[in-house]
Structure formats: C-alpha cells, structure tokens
C-alpha cells in the first residue's frame, strides 16, 4: 500500500501525518478524537489545549484498558460495560475536576 499525507487539526494545532491507512480511516479516528476532546470539554470545562489533550488521553486510555481488561462476550455485556465506563469516567472526572479547581485556588 502506498503512503499518504493526512493533515489534522485539533486544539488549534494542524499537523500532517504521513499514513499507510486509508485516509477516510484515519478521518473517522480524527472525529472520534475530536468528539472525545469535546466532551472532556464540556464535562471539565478546560479550555486549555494541553489540559484537553491529556485529559483526553487519559480518557481513551482508561476506555481502551477497560476493554482489554473486560473482553465482553456478548452485546449485553459490552453494554453493561459501557454504561459502568461511562459512570467510571463521570466519577474520575468530577475528582480530577476537583483536583484541577484546588490546584488553580492556590
């Protein structure tokens, strides 16, 4: 398969990747990473872009690990999964959200 450049723009960053995969593959991983800062966004109320960056990185990460980790064996499960995800990430944010409101007071 021959290379490709692809060029993101995120957080106010444009970069330009150079890809084997096919480009409306790495478009649909753009929007998904997209629509997570988003909410990360609007759940913590970061404007940072950094901030919003990590934050979203931690959330992909602990979604990814918890799927490693859960390797749901019916559509029931990974539906359960998702909403105890969607909890879990609720709590983690409203504690980090916290952590961030005391860290800037001081």
Known sequence: MSESLY???LLGTVIT???E????????LEESLAEVIKQVKEELN?????SLAIMAGIYLTNENFRL???????TL????????FEDGAERAFSQIDKLLDQTLMR
């Open 21 to 28: 995969e096919e480009l409306s593959y790495i478009k649909q």
């Open 68 to 74: 490693k980790r859960q390797a749901p064996t019916s």
């Open 17 to 19: 990747i150079r890809t």
């Open 46 to 50: 970061l404007d940072n872009p950094l």
């Open 7 to 9: 060029r993101i723009d």
């Open 77 to 84: 499960t990974a539906l359960e999964n998702k909403v105890n």
